[in-house]
Structures are given as structure tokens and as C-alpha cells.
């Protein structure tokens, strides 16, 4: 890997404070791309003459510009179109592994313009934070205009009530850590943290492949299950930051049981880890068992098949409960989609209501450096107040 630029110091200009109207303008025009100030002020139900001044205010601080003049309808006058300006900020976006720390640096449009990643140096807490904050200093270098970061991990998270808490991130083994208060302090700069899944819902809401709905639940699968949805164009933590819990969805009651003594919920069945434990033969790994259902081998296939059986219950249970307009599977453990395709979709007919919409899954192998998009698209939000 290529060794990361010399840092330089540098201080980035603050966030401004804009008024709800300005934040909605501005977020329009991030999620919906360039539309005319008439476009706008219908959205956010205000005068055009209102939004004009509005959007002066976003133009003299730098956050738009003015384009082109387009016919926006069938009759008229062509339309002046705004134009979100990418170049206004940079955002820096870190994803936790147990393992590997993955960094970014998006424009304000989420644009990719820098990553890297490299090992934990432990996983406690002081020494991740260095280690963030060593990756801030280098990244920007070349990126001095980093405004705010958003950390993302695995677990439950806190974030009611102005306070953000790490309440328990079960790869990191943290309890109860203020990460973004100590993150904050190293970085001089504001940040925000959330549960990886939520993260990377609510970035591709607005920026990847669930922009334009109203409605979407993102499901993912490999060290563990996860779920993200939106609702009515929000996304939904829960009264407690717990939403989206399905992992121990009873699949079959006289499976096997899970850590938690349930018998047969999904997290015997569809995790990495429970896929290899399910074939009983000492020095396979995830990839190993992949490779032999790959070649054909009985066992391996057979626990593929019921890893896609309870895949296929938890599709039919997130359409019946929620009725998303689009329903997106990813994660490292997305063998199962390749290897259970007709398992899947025998496991929704199964479950769904009879009476509901056909249900099209979109796939999406992501790599961990979308989930670190997800971390500077966070950072993003927080900005805005979303």
C-alpha cells in the first residue's frame, strides 16, 4: 500500500449555522441534483421569492451555484437550475472492523476523493482514536478543508438526547465508550458516530441505490444480521437505537439453538460463522465452505440451502412488516444469494402475505469502503441536522 502524504497544518472553515429552510434547500439540491428555485419552493411549501433569498444565502456562502437555464416542463419559460457545488467541503468517514479501520474523504455530494485503510492497532478505545485521528492528519494533507468525520461500527448505539454512546459493540468488545466526545477532542473537529447498518441505509438513501424512495429496508449478512429501513423518507433508529433487530427470528423451531438459547432463529443459520460451524469439520473457513458448495459438495449445499431458507423468511417478514418500495441484501456473507437463489425465493412465496406486492431484491456487493462512504455521508447529515 502506498504510504499516506506528510501532514501539514491546516484548519478548516467551520460548518455554518443555516435555518431549517436553508438546510432543506440545500439538501434538495444534494439528493435530487440541480432543480430551479420554483422546483424548491414547491418541495418546501414556501414562496419563490422566500426561497430566492434563501438560496442567496447558500450561493454567498459557497454551498451552490447558479447554471444553465433548462425548460423544466412540457410549457414555460426555461429555468435558472442550482447546482449543489461538490468542492464546498470535504467530510471524513471511518468504518470500525474488529479487526481493520477503513477511511475516506467525500465532497459534500459523498464523492469518494481519497481512502485507505490499514489494521487496529488494538482495539481500545484511546488507541483507535489516536489511530483515527493519525488517519485525519494524513488524509488532510492533501484535504484541509476536512469540515466534520462520522464513525461507524457494528453494535448498538445510542445517540437521544445530545449525547452519542457506544452502549455495546460486540466485535470491539467496548461498553458504554462516548467515542465521539473522545474522537472529537483528537480531531478538533465535530463528529458524529452510528451503528454501521443505520449509516449505510441512510447513505444509500441519499446518495446510492436507494435514492429517489420514499421507502427501503437494507439487509446484510456476514459476521452477523443486520437491518436498516427507512420509512416516509427517514430512517428509523427506534426509541432506543435498537430497530431492525431480526437476528433471532425463529425460523424453525426445532433447529439448532443459539447462544441466547433460541432454537432456530436466523443467527443459527445465516451468519458466516454459523454456516461453518453447521458442517462440523475442524480448519474450514468461511471461504473454504463457499468453495466446496461451489464444487458440489452435499454437505456444504445443504447448509447453504437452509442459510437461504431463513434469508427468504426474513425478505417476507421485512415486505409484510413494512412494505418498502426496494429491499437491498449485502455484506461479505452474500455466497447465499449465488448458492440458495431458489431456496430464497421458494422462503418468500412461503411467507409473504398472499395479497402483497412482488418483491425484487437488489444485491449489492459492497465493498467496506462504501461502509466508510456511509461514515463521511453521516458526518454529512449530522451537518445538516438529519
Known sequence: ?????????????????????????????????????????RELGMSRASLTRVTRTLVDLGFVTEGAMELRGATGRPSELLHARPDARSFLGVKLTGERLFAVVTDLTANVLASHDEPLVSRGVADIVEQIGGVHDRLGAAHPDITAAGICLAGDLN???????????????????????????????????????????????????????????????????????VVDGKVVTGAHGKSGRLDHLIIDPTGPRCSYGHRGCASTYLPNGSI????????????????????????????????????????????????????????????VTELAGDEIEAAIEMNRHPASAPITLDIQPFEFVEWARAGAVLAIRACLQF
Open 276 to 335: 461453518v460451524a453447521a458442517l462440523r469439520t475442524p480448519g474450514l473457513d468461511y471461504e473454504a465452505v463457499v468453495a466446496l458448495a461451489r464444487g458440489g459438495d452435499h454437505a456444504a449445499m445443504q447448509v447453504f440451502r437452509e442459510a437461504g431458507h431463513a434469508l427468504g423468511v426474513l425478505v417476507a417478514t421485512i415486505a409484510n412488516t413494512l412494505d418498502p418500495e426496494n429491499i437491498v441484501i449485502t455484506g461479505d456473507g452474500l455466497a
Open 159 to 229: 445517540t437521544s438526547g445530545g449525547r452519542q454512546i457506544v452502549v455495546d459493540s460486540p466485535f470491539l468488545g467496548w461498553h458504554d465508550v462516548e467515542l465521539a466526545d473522545v474522537a472529537r477532542k483528537r480531531l478538533a473537529l465535530p463528529v458524529a458516530t452510528e451503528n454501521d447498518v443505520r449509516s449505510l441505509t441512510a447513505a444509500e438513501h441519499w446518495f446510492g441505490v436507494g435514492a429517489g424512495f420514499d421507502s427501503m429496508a437494507l439487509l446484510t449478512v456476514g459476521a452477523g444480521i443486520g437491518l436498516g429501513f
Open 1 to 41: 500500500m502506498a504510504s499516506l502524504p506528510v501532514p501539514r497544518v491546516a484548519g478548516p472553515e467551520p460548518w455554518p449555522t443555516l435555518s431549517p429552510v436553508e438546510r432543506g434547500a440545500l439538501r434538495e439540491l444534494l439528493v435530487h441534483g440541480p432543480k430551479s428555485r420554483a422546483e424548491i419552493a
